[in-house]
């Protein structure tokens, strides 16, 4: 079994070997025993020659929340997305695109290039005022795209933490920001919707690092999307065309709760959905499909089109009936879905599209390729263009898949560490994938139209909080789950390319390759970070901010924060 490390990091010795003509240089921060032959396969992997134009890409990411494999149509739904479709088509599908299991932890890989078990990150998602963020010593992806000389946008959900200001995205590398800080959200109301709270907000940074705040209560009772949409198109037609423009659209759809404007459900009514939860699930899918219609139709009618690149893709696989906030989603035939170790969780709806890539129109590549892959791939892509390179501040585990994007070459990725959180452990080598200790949510396969939940139930808790939340029928949660590993933890072996439905475990006819899997988790041991504790601060709550989710530490000059909320009088 080919076990390359294309996704591995450097060791310090090697940090001269980024010479001019590398996209990326500098000096990585761990020593391990990674050997002198790795170092360079990923020095070859990063560096790209070829001739260099004047003009760097805009580069447009949308990111749907929690759509599933078996969501949109060019994966044989019954559920219909025609702009999706389309879209797809012009460019290239990644059939083989992965991330986190969910929300934040998908995010923090992709602002970082880097392997979620780094950020400390690995064992929840971040809750509003519960003390979790990104750590202030990772460099975000928009902060290089600056030294690249970007203007950067985010426009939607942030999700990485908002505990003090210097966390929140306009001090980390956006110089606008339209949004909301949590995880969830109501689309009309704009709370949170387990917590309560106003979370609707602009933030802008200047130059001189004078910071506005605006809380968007004149927003109140508008759909959530179409507002997100309108500033996204605002921002098309305004951007300086002088700088290029990273804009990563962050939609809610189709994250519960499964909300649209009145008569979405019918507009978007399909004979072939008969399922309640699919049924729900209509209007908030259309709801999504508008939205890319609206801003893809104004960004391609607009100048900036012919030198754009824009990928689409969700942060996590969905979350069908059985599981927590579930919404009617369906990874079929991948098992399980959002939360959970499983292909449903992990493999995602993917694709990118534009005239960067209308050389391969139509095609779809089964190359493995990891959410931490994006910044090197597009900084690859700067590189080629401009002749521009930056300097890494941390060691990044993402790879350049440029050529896999752009030429139709094989993918420079051959592992992905999933997670390594105590006994809880998934890491994909090759075509192998192996799973120690708990899964997830639970061990069953997912729902799809016609065909039953086989198997659908818990693995039983081994910490005594587990035990005893799951005696009152509150099951699930990963931390509920801690084991050792070589203390008879359940060790699943897969081979995705004849099995991408996880059904047949192969760890007892394979031992070689179980133990080969089991001495890189081992290895890879040594970079992982502990977990952040995830309590929530009462000094953090929205009611000490008037009902308004806010940063609670003081971490800035008060004297440049202008601070106001808008509201309908104000129209």
Not at 378 to 399: C, F, Q, W, Y
Request: hydrophobic fraction near 35%.
């Amino acid at each position: 079994m080919n076990n390359e490390q294309g996704s591995s990091g450097i060791n310090a010795e090697y940090g001269d070997i980024f010479e001019e003509g590398c996209i990326l240089s500098g000096r990585s921060t761990r020593v391990d025993m990674m050997s002198r032959f790795f170092a360079i396969l990923l020095v070859a992997v990063i560096c790209i020659t070829g001739s260099v134009a004047d003009k760097a890409p805009n580069v447009v990411f949308i990111i749907a929340d929690d759509l599933g494999w078996n969501d949109v149509g060019y994966h044989g739904s019954e559920l219909k997305t025609p702009v999706l479709d389309q879209l797809a088509r012009e460019g290239v599908r990644l059939e083989q695109h992965y991330t986190q299991p969910e929300c934040s932890t998908t995010r923090a890989s992709l602002m970082t290039s880097r392997y979620i078990v780094r950020t400390g990150l690995q064992a929840d998602v971040i809750l509003n005022g519960g003390g979790m963020a990104l750590p202030m010593n990772e460099t975000l992806w928009p902060e290089y795209m600056r030294e690249f000389g970007y203007r950067n946008y985010l426009v939607g959900k942030w999700h990485l933490g908002a505990n003090s200001w210097k966390e929140t995205p306009t001090f980390r590398g956006f110089d606008e920001f339209y949004g909301y800080y949590g995880g969830q959200i109501h689309y009309f109301g704009h709370y949170h919707t387990k917590f309560g709270g106003h979370d609707f907000r602009r933030d802008t940074m200047d130059k001189d690092g004078n910071f506005k705040e605006e809380i968007l209560k004149n927003e109140m009772g508008n759909y959530l999307t179409k507002s997100l949409t309108d500033e996204a198109i605002r921002i098309v037609k305004e951007h300086d065309r002088s700088d290029p423009m990273f804009m990563y659209f962050s939609l809610p759809n189709v994250h519960s709760p499964n909300q649209s404007p009145k008569g979405y459900i019918s507009k978007y009514a399909n004979s072939e959905v008969t399922d309640y939860d699919r049924k729900q699930l209509l209007g908030n899918l259309g709801g999504l499909e508008e939205a890319v219609k609206n801003f893809t139709d104004v960004l391609k009618a607009s100048d900036m089109w012919e030198n754009t690149l824009l990928v689409f893709m969700s942060d996590n696989g969905g979350a069908p009936t059985g599981l927590p906030s579930y919404a009617g989603h369906s990874n079929y035939p991948l098992r399980s879905g959002k939360t959970t170790l499983f292909e449903g969780a992990l493999r995602v709806p993917a694709f990118v599209t534009g005239p960067l890539v209308s050389h391969l129109a139509g095609t779809a590549t089964d190359g493995l390729f990891h959410v931490s892959d994006w910044f090197p791939t597009i900084a690859a892509l700067v590189h080629e263009r401009t002749g521009k390179s930056v300097d890494l501040v941390n060691e990044i585990d993402g790879v350049n898949n440029a050529p896999m994007i752009f030429s139709a070459d094989p993918s420079n990725r051959h592992e992905i560490l999933h997670q390594l959180n105590g006994g809880n452990q998934a890491y994909r080598l090759g075509d192998y994938k192996i799973i120690i200790g708990n899964a997830g949510e639970y061990d069953g396969y997912n729902y799809h139209e016609g065909r039953p939940v086989i198997s659908m139930k818990y693995d039983e808790p081994t910490t005594f909080l587990g035990k005893l939340k799951c005696s009152v029928g509150l099951c699930g949660s990963l931390g509920d789950y801690i084991i050792d590993p070589a203390d008879g933890a359940r060790v699943r072996l897969y081979n995705l390319a004849e099995d991408p439905s996880e059904t047949y475990n192969i760890a007892d006819k394979n031992p070689e390759i179980v133990k080969e899997m089991r001495d890189r988790l081992f290895d890879l041991q040594a970079i992982v970070m502990p977990p952040q504790a995830n309590l929530q601060n009462p000094a953090a709550h929205q009611k000490k901010s008037g009902g308004i989710w806010r940063p609670w530490r003081t971490d800035v000059d008060e004297s440049k924060v202008s601070y106001s909320i808008l509201h309908k009088t104000e129209l």
